[in-house]
């Protein structure tokens, strides 16, 4: 009988290959959760855009809030199931976990004046939306953007009555825009503005000292800051200069005495960083910051959406009144 010799791998042979192996393989797993959450969190910051746009456009529709009347609880429910504002999109963001986390799930909420998103990431993530989104903060795992009001609404019967139902109890800032057609104006101080336009001012004291431009009325001096046309248009309302800004800059407000402000922008370069990745997709916007625009850039790379920082996103701005 022939006995063959065979030999296999001892037992410390073995634990060493997967030493070696174990030792790879931890190494390895912090990159890959990494990239993971890299793409749970440019997701769900195209998410809450995407909400809070769509919000705007839905308050600018119908002069308020998708459901407002429950201080907007279930908006995201309301805004898909109308048609045109959110469409595949349910409340749960890429966090959610039923056990671990249900607070993943997107939950709004609303004032008469602003629109906020709340979502549950983790706390070394939360801080990357409030870098990434605009109006973003970070309260440990949780992270709320807050959206205003858009500049123009058609009805504003909710927070300015206009039967004298309700006074006013503080001051009214129209933020740089013009009150028109006013019939009678009273006052019981001194009006101070750089921009007042009527057929004639009377001394309320006196009625018969008036500045009257329709008729033969002499001033001794009179100093202007800007000179306006029959048609309505001035010269402070032609177009500004263009200007090339990184994503994330506040763009002022220009002062309008005719029309409203209007700002547009344009990708002109754009990259996720310094590697160039590929990019399928660019898209310019701007948010309403109240005296300023806060203009952004976000791209779509093989990664999912992102949004370059200053150096790596540039846009054409240009701003005028319409």
Not at 266 to 287: E, H, M, N, R
Request: glycine share 6%; net charge negative; hydrophobic share 40%.
């Amino acid at each position: 009988m022939n006995i063959k010799n065979e030999k296999g791998f001892t037992l410390l042979e073995l634990l060493a290959v997967m030493t070696v192996i174990g030792i790879l393989i931890v190494q390895f797993i912090p990159n890959v959760v990494e990239d993971v959450r890299q793409n749970d969190a440019n997701v769900t910051a195209g998410e809450i855009l995407s909400i809070g746009e769509a919000a705007q456009n839905w308050v600018a529709d119908n002069g308020s809030w998708p459901d407002q009347g429950n201080t907007c609880a279930s908006a995201i429910t309301t805004m898909v199931a109308a048609a045109g504002y959110i469409d595949n999109l349910d409340d749960k963001s890429p966090w959610y976990d039923a056990t671990t986390n249900p607070a993943g799930a997107y939950t709004t909420s609303c004032t008469a004046t602003s629109f906020t998103v709340t979502v549950s990431t983790h706390a070394d993530w939360s801080g990357v939306l409030a870098n990434t989104l605009p109006v973003t903060t970070a309260l440990g795992a949780q992270s709320q953007t807050t959206y205003p009001l858009p500049s123009t609404i058609p009805a504003l019967d909710d927070l300015l009555p206009r039967d004298g139902s309700r006074a006013m109890t503080g001051d009214l800032d129209l933020d740089s825009n013009n009150i028109n057609n006013i019939n009678t104006a009273t006052t019981v101080s001194t009006v101070a503005t750089t921009d007042m336009r009527s057929p004639e001012f009377i001394d309320s004291d006196d009625v018969i000292y008036k500045v009257d431009p329709n008729a033969n009325t002499k001033l001794a001096a009179l100093e202007v800051d800007d000179v306006c046309l029959a048609s309505g248009k001035c010269l402070s309302d032609l177009d500004k200069p263009d200007s090339i800004v990184g994503s994330g800059t506040l763009i002022p407000k220009p002062t309008c005495n005719s029309g409203v402000p209007q700002v547009f922008a344009d990708p002109v370069l754009f990259s996720k960083d310094a590697t160039g990745d590929a990019i399928g997709a660019v898209q310019a916007y701007a948010v309403d910051a109240g005296a300023n625009w806060q203009v952004f850039l976000r791209i779509l790379t093989k990664d999912g959406f992102f949004f370059p920082s200053a150096t790596y996103g540039k846009l054409h701005v240009k701003v005028r009144c319409s």
